[in-house]
């Protein structure tokens, strides 16, 4: 203890002797750390944003199916039991946002023009605080209740179909004995979205006035339940799968969509290489400042081992220098990330590459999302990799001969 | 009782093509308490003699013992451990870590032993006076005269009372007044505290304050003499 602690104060004094490597060395790794966190930050919230729109989109942490709904996802993969009995189950397990609902493919005509959606015959109730669309009209009302003959479109179908509010417009389907099945709607909500992509396929209805026109009355083939956290709904499929029997297929986001939920894990992935990438560009420097620093001291460190300091004292003196340096540029990295991150909450408008961005399923708008295991593993990246980039210098010097070391002195 | 027994010591360099003995079938043995200089012109093996007995250097072959106990044989551990408990050093240059105050680099040797720090800073007080720094404490070596720093030097090799204190050259980058306060100090805390001192030098005023002088030459000890000191 007594040897760390006039290793540490060595370890300090010598660290800004030479003030300007010091300081250089400090900045590089200020500015990677920032670059690790703030790029981090960054990505961690197009993915999140992502996520999140691709889950209001299905939407639902957790979904109930007819097991062959997935390959053939039509009116006549319904599920087993009738709409009532699954809102009697699925009420008196208590979940807090959950939803039953028909789901089929359509075309939707105007007097323009047709376009192949999704007809989502929904309980407008029950679907508040779960789909985005209740909170983004922009232009008329939402649905009012499960018989509603209005429709609800995306602003870009509307668009697309030259139609607009309180016009009429009609969806063709087919019915399970695979008769054409339609109606004509009247326009009475229009949406917009973050994605065009659902403003051009995802079209809302009364459920029953879905049921009616699809000839399936009190039947569903969807049944979508929220839970808290989606990164970690677990213990939401058990209880699902549970309540749902036998004769159904019950599936995670994660699996509902895999391009969405591989891309959680694949960030995880993502950040790790960067930060490991942006280290080893930051190691060189490191390694080298400790290097020059031992060998500017050869006589030094060879005084205190003839004085009867031991090896492993020398190394943790080295070492200790190099966290030192390490824990300070952390330290205003951190901030610096802190100080950028913070003000850019509010979403960074990214509009210009909008297009291109939403190839990938991302939002015009970057929100960073500065997460606290993001944090620590930036710093302990940082701290583990340097701690090991620096034993060599740091076994060099303490495995120098005390006499040697002296004698270059004199030489 | 005898502070430092060296038998039959060879040790040999190698310099380019070359094989350069330092020490030549060296058989020397010094009583506690002595006060000894060795002599010997450039390459002479004064100071390869002097690191043998420090335990920095290790003998081709023949022992060397400290207070009775062989040490040439000692792993690197123990040899660290038994300098810093039983031999102080004052070196020709470079003796002090600049980071440090006088006050610290005296005080390194007690911190790197454990001693308390109440204790580290009453005999760095109380050693710091004897050797005359008293108010220079907090001085870094580059803010002291070289005498100055070879004081602190002085203060650090004694301030733990060791049995044997080791200095090579410590005058050659002095000026003759300071190395005459230098060996003055010497010989007071020889007589003081009955140290055991060994001092390689070719300088022939600090011979001159030896009670026994012993010449060397191409790694041999040719002279070993008691004489009256200054």
Known sequence: MHTLRISATLAWRNLWRNHRRTIIMI??????????????????????????????????????????????????????????????RFDAAGFDVWSGRIKVPAVITSERDSRGVILFGIDPARERGMTFVADDIVEGRFLDGVDDTGVVIGSKLAETLETELGKRIVLMSQDPQNEIADRGFRVVGVFDAKLESYEETM?????????????????????????????????????????????????????????????????????????????????????????????????????????????????????????????????????????TVVPLRDGIDISAVAEGMEMFGAASVLYPQLELPDVLLANVVVLVLGFLASLSPAWRASRYEPIEAITKVYQ | MTAVRCIDLCKTYRQGDQDIKALDHVSVEIKEGGFVCLSAPSGGGKTTLLNAIGGLDIPDSGEVWIAGQ???????????????????????????????????????????????????????????????LAGLEDRRPAEMSGGQQQRVAVAR????????????????????????????LFVELNRHHKTTFIIATHDQRVMGYARRLIRMLDGRVVDDIEQNAA
């Open chain 1, 27 to 88: 900045a590089a790794v200020s500015i990677g750390v920032w670059a690790m966190i703030f790029m981090t930050a960054l990505m961690r919230g197009m993915v999140n944003e992502m996520v999140r729109d691709g889950i209001a989109s299905l939407p639902g942490h957790v979904q109930v199916h007819h097991p062959d709904f997935r390959d053939d996802p039509g009116i006549n993969k319904l599920l087993p039991q009738s709409d009532s009995a699954v809102t009697e």
């Open chain 1, 203 to 339: 079209v809302f209805a009364g459920k029953e006035t879905a049921q009616k026109m699809l000839r399936v009355p009190n039947r569903i083939n969807e049944v979508a339940v929220l839970g808290g956290d989606y990164r970690n709904v677990g213990p939401l499929l058990r209880e699902v799968k549970e309540l749902a029997g036998t004769g159904v297929e019950v599936l995670p986001w994660t699996e509902l969509d895999a391009y969405l939920g591989s891309m959680l894990s694949v960030m995880d992935g993502f950040v790790l290489v960067w930060m490991i990438v942006v280290f080893l560009a930051l190691s060189f420097g490191l390694v080298n400042t400790l290097v020059m620093a031992v060998f500017e001291r050869v006589r030094e460190i060879g005084l205190m081992l003839a004085l009867g300091m031991r090896p492993s004292s020398i190394l943790s003196q080295i070492l200790v220098e190099s966290l030192l340096l390490l824990a300070i540029g952390l330290l205003i990295g951190n901030l610096g990330a802190w100080a």
């Open chain 2, 70 to 132: 062989r040490i040439d044989n000692m792993s690197k551990g123990q040899l660290a451990e038994l300098r810093l408990r039983k031999i102080g050093f004052v070196f020709q240059a470079y003796n002090l870590i600049p980071v440090l105050t006088a006050r610290e680099n005296v005080e390194f040797v007690m911190q790197v032993q454990g001693l308390p720090a109440a204790l580290r800073r009453g005999k760095s007080t109380d050693i710091l006076t004897e050797v005359g």
């Open chain 2, 157 to 184: 090799a004694i301030v733990s009372r060791p049995a044997l204190v080791l200095a090579d050259e410590p005058t050659a980058n002095l000026d003759s007044k300071t190395s005459d306060a230098l060996m003055e």
